[in-house]
C-alpha cells in the first residue's frame, strides 16, 4: 500500500521497502511513464526515491554528467550533507 502526494504535475508515491521488493518490476515501469516518482521507505523513513528522467536524458549526457560531478568534487567544489543541513537549520 502506498501514500499519494501531488506535486508540481507529478505525483508522489510513498511505498513501503517490502511492497517495493516484491512488485519492482511494475513500479519501475510507472516510474518510465513520466508522471509519478516513488519514495521507498522503511519504517517511516525514506530510503530512495524512484523517479523518470527529463526526456531529453541520453546515457551519454548522464554519463557525462558523472564525470562533472567526479571533477568538481575533485576540486572540492562540493557540499557535504552536514554543510547543508547546517545551513538550513540558521534560516
Given at each position: ?15 513501503g ?30 530510503l530512495?526515491?524512484i ?7 541520453t546515457?551519454e ?10 571533477s ?14 547546517a ?5
Amino acid at each position: 500500500m502506498y501514500t499519494e502526494v501531488y506535486t508540481t504535475g507529478m505525483n508522489t508515491k510513498f511505498v513501503g521497502v517490502k511492497d517495493f521488493r516484491q512488485n519492482m518490476a511494475a513500479y519501475a515501469k510507472k516510474a518510465q511513464k513520466g508522471d509519478t516518482r516513488f519514495i521507498v521507505v522503511s519504517r517511516n523513513n525514506p530510503l530512495f526515491e524512484i523517479s523518470p528522467f527529463d526526456e531529453d536524458v541520453t546515457l551519454e549526457s548522464f554519463i557525462h554528467e558523472i564525470y562533472e560531478a567526479r571533477s568538481e568534487v575533485s576540486a572540492g567544489k562540493f557540499h557535504t550533507h552536514a554543510d547543508v543541513v547546517a545551513e538550513l537549520k540558521a534560516k
